[in-house]
């Protein structure tokens, strides 16, 4: 199956499989309303894979703890006795709780309780407990209970495997954002953006020696961890033994629980998923990875966090933020930092930003100097604009940012910008904001823009014959810097001569002005050409000048379209004038007026 197979569906079976587990949401109906089945369905899910796995040697794990129960450590030996990172030492299965319809609460909360406390820690980040009295109360429990029950709830390894299971779980998490609605992107970004980001990731990376460690990914903002799963899903199809740790955090209880629960499924290790703000309580202090790949949140002030921010900014290099700190009101360039600290040497970084990161903030301010950073150090490799209403939560104009830590010799001073706003496919049916797919076409021709790395206009003709297209330019690093200049003129006496003070001219306040001067260009010359000739006896008070940087990303796109003729725009006027004078004549009989 193909990648954008993957995105219209997960497979026959595994869809099969979802909808038998979502149709529980019957039982729920009326006692909850439909954008809240998921608060049940996914923990129950997530319980019954773990039931089932674990219920071949429940018996084992049942003896095993009657002999180490005095112990303070026991996780190893009961680990060992279920085979897998999590246990459980009810007596309890779920045959047994249906077989007790008069005790089913306090019966199912013992064999909640009976778990490892890893699964334990994810069904409290999902507030399932609160479910359980909910569903009590609603007198749901039973039959929610006895559904999960039935031979085609069945979720042992026998009869769906850890990767299937994954994709099942993807499913559910997905019908379950996107019954959100609107309020999905807070925590779920669509496939077609992730795979787009996953390719440019791992364009023209070599996964074929069999020798070499591990490959890591980061994700800062992980929500429910598709981003990280997409990666390794696409990094196992450019090599099938690769081996692959994925490493997250979330600020969410509810979607790192998801997550957590995710990395148990797919038999990872679930203490790689970290709950905590990433921008104030870094739970990967000290790491670096291979890869990061994030769409952190934007447009959300950092007020809260910014005690430890400022911080830790103070300690310059030795922190994450020494560079420079964004406005308060806006904290997705801390997020961008964060993710740069955190890539090795060798490292890639994809993650999205709305279009403030461009251009937001004058020279010298911190989202400038953010920016003077990573170009600078020469790590900006392409950013790429999306299609609007791309996303669940926002239709606002939104950008991949591809950073490269070390760029081939044919990518070095240089930047691509790649415009690829046109290039999309319409959704028969919007999800929220969402109104457009990246497909797989789309998504390939953004790729070649990204391969050829050069000035170029791509197009391609998709389904119902529409023609997409992607425009690319290079530009080279230095000319996204300019240097403010603070220009200033004589203060004149009643003669019209300069006044002086100590051998100098002084200043006329009211008449200072600043110019941008690209840093491309001397600074004295851009003066002499452009500002002398308008004003005599000015000069540049270098004190003041400050270095800056923008990605002038609409101004390199702009196509100057001809105004139309006055002319033109007169004879139209005028043969609609007569139109509609014939169309009053029609409607009010011809006559004139009295």
């Not at 064999?111 to 569903?135: C, H, K, P, W, Y």
């Not at 002030?301 to 830790?312: G, L, P, T, V």
Request: aromatic content about 10%.
């Amino acid at each position: 199956m193909g990648t954008n197979d993957k995105i219209k569906e997960v497979g026959v079976n595994i869809q099969e499989k979802a909808n038998l587990i979502w149709n529980v949401a019957n039982t729920l109906f009326g006692a909850y309303k439909p954008h809240e089945y998921g608060l049940v369905v996914l923990p129950m899910a997530v319980i019954k894979r773990f039931h089932d796995c674990l219920l071949p040697n429940h018996d084992k794990i049942i003896e095993t703890y009657e002999k180490v129960k005095h112990l303070q450590v026991k996780d190893g030996f009961l680990r060992s006795a279920s085979g897998y990172k999590f246990y459980n030492t009810s007596p309890y299965t779920f045959d047994k709780l249906k077989a007790d319809p008069e005790n089913i609460k306090p019966n199912f909360e013992a064999f909640i309780n009976g778990f490892s406390d890893n699964v334990i820690d994810i069904l409290a980040n999902m507030g399932f407990f609160t479910q359980i009295e909910r569903m009590n109360d609603a007198g749901v429990l039973y039959q929610v209970i006895s559904d999960f029950c039935e031979p085609n709830a069945d979720m042992s390894p026998e009869k769906i495997s850890a990767i299937d299971m994954g994709y099942v779980f993807e499913n559910l998490v997905q019908r379950f954002s996107e019954s959100y609605d609107e309020e999905a992107g807070a925590h779920f970004t669509s496939r077609d953006i992730i795979y787009l980001m996953c390719d440019m990731l791992t364009m023209n990376a070599d996964f074929a020696d069999s020798e070499a460690p591990a490959k890591t990914v980061y994700d800062m903002a992980m929500g429910t961890s598709q981003m990280l799963t997409c990666m390794e899903e696409r990094i196992k199809t450019l090599d099938s033994e690769a081996a692959i740790i994925c490493y997250g955090q979330e600020i969410n209880p509810f979607t790192f629980g998801i997550a957590k629960a995710d990395m148990l499924i797919r038999g990872g290790d679930p203490d790689n998923m970290q709950f905590g703000n990433t921008l104030n309580d870094d739970k990967f202090s000290g790491y670096t990875f291979d890869y990061c790949i994030s769409n952190p949140p934007f447009g959300i002030d950092w007020k809260r966090e910014a005690k430890d921010i400022e911080k830790e900014h103070d300690e310059g290099d030795a922190g994450r933020f020494g560079v420079g700190l964004p406005a308060k009101s806006d904290g997705q360039m801390l997020f961008m930092l964060n993710g740069i600290a955190k890539l090795k040497d060798t490292g890639r970084m994809a993650i999205i930003q709305n279009g403030s990161s461009l251009f937001t903030g004058d020279a010298g301010s911190g989202q400038s100097e953010i920016r003077r950073y990573i170009i600078e150090n020469d790590w900006l490799d392409a950013i790429v604009q999306l299609p609007n209403d791309s996303f669940y939560n926002t239709g606002i104009a939104t950008y991949i940012w591809l950073i490269t830590k070390n760029k081939p010799e044919s990518h070095k001073e240089h930047v691509l910008l790649i415009d690829a706003k046109e290039c999309f496919e319409q959704r028969r049916k919007p999800i929220g904001s969402k109104r457009v797919d990246i497909t797989e076409d789309c998504r390939n021709l953004i790729i070649e823009a990204y391969g050829n790395y050069t000035d170029n206009t791509y197009t391609k003709e998709i389904e119902d014959g529409k023609i997409v297209t992607v425009k690319s330019k290079l530009l080279s690093a230095v000319s996204l810097g300019f240097n403010k200049i603070t220009v200033e003129s004589p203060l004149l006496d009643d003669n019209g001569q300069p006044v002086m003070k100590k051998g100098k001219k002084v200043a006329d306040k009211t008449k200072r002005d600043t110019e941008i001067v690209p840093l491309d260009e001397d600074m004295e010359e851009y003066f002499k050409r452009e500002v002398l000739p308008y004003r005599p006896g000015a000069w540049i008070d270098k004190s003041k000048t400050k270095l800056g940087y923008e990605i002038p990303f609409t101004k390199t796109f702009y196509e100057y379209q001809e105004m139309e003729p006055a002319e033109d725009i007169a004879k139209r006027i005028e043969a609609h004038e007569k139109s509609m004078s014939s169309k009053l004549k029609a409607l009010f009989g011809g006559g004139e007026e009295a």
